[in-house]
């Protein structure tokens, strides 16, 4: 890291607290995790954060699909973001933050390249034949983010960055396994084709599902295998617990049991997400970040204990 010799002025402290807003109003369970990192770091993670959430908007609202703004945003961004001048921090304070946090970590922008034209695709593609293609989708969308927050984090080298991608993966299908019944709402399945034919669940079933909110014993079936195939992506993540500085490990680690936590809520559930949107208990999510850090980076959180969702195949 390349700290700054200054204190940043007032105008570019103001943008770093737009993305803490931005951050905090749309990723509760990882802006909880952010708060348990020294304080130089915060905003880093802050501006990230934000960044990815501004272009994630623009997907989820553009009118018919349109990939104008979408494209006209993110030429915009990426010409500013390698200039040599930052962006005006009080005209474009995401863009102003997140200039000034890719040079004090000299992260390589080709990283947010990828990771808009994964949201690109979002414009035009609403289905993914096979896992490798959703993980495709997921390598831009979700592993380049890992990369970029593991420096701000202190982890480097090739095993770490791949384990931080892997857990930006698991984050996100995190997030899939969650939101299906939302993702049908915009007309898109992030539940690969693959499994759905495996499991014997129609697309009609699924709207079904979301219609009536109580799943059939197919799409439960068809939730626990993306459960399972989540839980293991964490468990290929997690020797890059060990891998961050110590004093921002309980950030990682929190997070981590966080997220996980969420698949653990569909467990109790019955694999059924389409009753109502399932999240950790917000006095669950207080005891686990008490519990990281009295832990002190001691890698042996567990919310359920290392339980293990009961086994569910479609073959």
Same mark, same amino acid.
């Given at each position: 890291?390349?700290?700054?010799?200054?204190?940043?002025?007032?105008?570019?402290?103001?943008?770093?607290?737009?993305?803490?807003?931005?951050? #905090?109003?749309?990723?509760?369970?990882?802006? +909880?995790?952010?708060?348990?990192?020294?304080?130089?770091? &915060?905003?880093?993670?802050?501006?990230?954060?934000?960044? %990815?959430?501004?272009?994630?908007?623009?997907?989820?609202?553009?009118?018919?699909?349109? @990939?104008?703004?979408?494209?006209?945003?993110?030429?915009? %961004?990426?010409?500013?973001?390698?200039?040599?001048?930052?962006?005006?921090?009080?005209?474009?304070?995401?863009?102003?933050?997140?200039?000034?946090?890719?040079? %004090?970590?000299? +992260?390589?922008?080709?990283?947010?390249?990828? =990771?808009?034209?994964?949201?690109?695709?979002?414009?035009?593609?609403?289905?993914?034949?096979?896992?490798?293609?959703?993980?495709?989708?997921?390598?831009?969308?979700?592993?380049?983010?890992?990369?970029?927050?593991?420096?701000?984090?202190?982890?480097?080298? @090739?095993?770490?960055?791949?384990?931080?991608?892997?857990?930006?993966?698991? =984050?996100?299908?995190? $997030?899939?396994?969650?939101?299906?019944?939302?993702?049908?709402?915009?007309?898109?399945?992030?539940?690969?084709?693959?499994?759905?034919?495996?499991?014997?669940?129609?697309?009609?079933?699924?709207?079904?599902?979301?219609?009536?909110?109580?799943?059939?014993?197919?799409?439960? !079936?068809?939730?626990?295998?993306?459960?399972?195939?989540?839980?293991?992506?964490?468990?290929?993540?997690?020797?890059?617990?060990?891998?961050?500085?110590?004093?921002?490990?309980?950030?990682?680690? #929190?997070? =981590? !049991?966080?997220?996980?936590?969420?698949?653990?809520?569909?467990?109790?559930?019955?694999?059924?997400?389409?009753?109502?949107?399932?999240?950790?208990?917000?006095?669950?999510?207080?005891? !686990?970040?008490?519990?990281?850090? #009295?832990?002190?980076?001691? $890698?042996?959180? #567990?919310?359920?204990?290392? &339980?293990?969702? @009961?086994?569910?195949?479609?073959?």
């Amino acid at each position: 890291m390349r700290p700054f010799t200054h204190p940043p002025r007032p105008e570019l402290v103001a943008a770093y607290v737009q993305c803490r807003r931005i951050h #905090a109003h749309y990723g509760r369970t990882y802006y +909880l995790a952010t708060r348990l990192l020294p304080p130089e770091r &915060r905003p880093h993670v802050w501006a990230l954060y934000a960044f %990815a959430r501004v272009a994630d908007e623009i997907v989820d609202n553009a009118a018919g699909g349109d @990939p104008r703004r979408l494209t006209g945003w993110s030429e915009h %961004a990426l010409a500013a973001l390698r200039a040599a001048e930052p962006p005006h921090p009080r005209l474009e304070p995401v863009l102003a933050a997140t200039w000034h946090t890719m040079r %004090a970590y000299d +992260l390589d922008p080709g990283l947010l390249e990828e =990771f808009l034209a994964s949201m690109a695709m979002d414009l035009t593609v609403t289905r993914y034949a096979t896992w490798a293609d959703l993980r495709g989708y997921m390598r831009g969308s979700a592993a380049v983010i890992g990369e970029l927050m593991a420096p701000v984090l202190g982890a480097s080298g @090739p095993e770490a960055l791949h384990c931080a991608g892997t857990l930006g993966e698991a =984050f996100q299908l995190t $997030n899939f396994v969650r939101d299906v019944a939302e993702d049908l709402d915009r007309g898109r399945i992030y539940l690969p084709g693959e499994d759905l034919r495996r499991c014997g669940v129609s697309e009609d079933a699924l709207a079904q599902a979301v219609r009536c909110g109580q799943p059939d014993p197919a799409v439960r !079936t068809l939730v626990a295998v993306q459960v399972r195939r989540a839980l293991d992506l964490y468990e290929q993540a997690r020797p890059g617990l060990a891998m961050v500085d110590a004093s921002a490990r309980p950030c990682l680690e #929190a997070a =981590f !049991t966080l997220y996980r936590a969420i698949l653990w809520q569909v467990v109790d559930h019955d694999f059924d997400v389409f009753a109502g949107r399932l999240s950790v208990p917000r006095r669950a999510r207080a005891l !686990t970040a008490g519990r990281v850090v #009295a832990a002190a980076g001691v $890698n042996r959180l #567990a919310v359920r204990g290392g &339980r293990r969702p @009961p086994r569910r195949s479609c073959s």
